[in-house]
């Protein structure tokens, strides 16, 4: 096994440890998450064995996701994507979906390959576990644990244009921020959203 195998298997391990360890008896739900994209997911199936408690532990409140793309994004982030379209309909659907689900689109119709796509949609820990091993094992992606919740991501070269292409992700409390891009990787942006979703 050459270096990079063994540090992608370790990362796996690292990861499914993580996330094993995350969980909060009692909830049932959890998630992954993406332009500089985060953490591992970090729920727990519901304890049908344990004697039920007089004083259960509360369980958090759901997190609302977000129904504007200019609105999660700080000052600086939306600074860099001056100029550039946001949800043009040449891209296909975007916005608010009928699940809630925010779909941004940041791109110019007339550009060959520059644009990032971000959605923030809901997923449940036992789906966003299995999603985010798979990007490590399978994909190469690197994941670590900021800001509580669980961020992969990589980038690789586009294989038409000298430019780089990438997927961030960032799972937390049962919300997925998940963003691809190709030439257009604003610095903090995947902070940023992280930042207006849950603080």
């Known amino acids: 096994m050459n270096t990079r195998s063994a540090a992608g ?3 796996a391990l690292l990861l499914i440890t993580m996330l094993a360890g995350c969980g909060t008896a009692g909830s049932g739900t959890a998630g992954s998450g993406t332009g500089d994209q985060d953490d591992p997911p970090a729920t727990s199936e519901p304890d049908t064995t344990a004697t039920p408690s007089a004083s259960p532990t509360p369980t958090p409140s759901a997190i609302a ?3 504007d793309c200019r609105a999660i994004l700080s ?12 949800n043009d309909a040449a891209f296909g659907p975007s916005g608010v979906g009928d699940d809630g689900t925010l779909t941004c689109i ?4 007339g550009a060959d390959t520059t644009n990032l796509v971000t959605t923030i949609s ?4 036992g789906p966003a576990l299995d999603m985010l091993n798979a990007l490590v094992t399978d994909e190469g992606f690197a994941c670590f644990t900021p800001d509580g919740g669980t961020r992969c991501e990589k980038t690789w070269p586009n294989t038409q244009y000298p430019v780089t292409d ?6 937390r409390d049962d919300v997925l921020i998940d963003t691809r891009y190709s030439n257009l990787a604003p610095e903090g942006y995947t902070s940023s959203i992280v930042e207006h979703v849950f603080d």
């Open 9 to 11: 298997a370790l990362a």
């Open 65 to 67: 996701l977000p129904t």
């Open 75 to 86: 000052d600086d982030v939306l600074a860099q994507l001056d100029g550039i379209p946001l």
């Open 106 to 109: 940041w791109g110019d119709p």
């Open 122 to 125: 809901l997923m449940n820990r």
């Open 166 to 171: 990438g997927r961030t992700l960032f799972w």
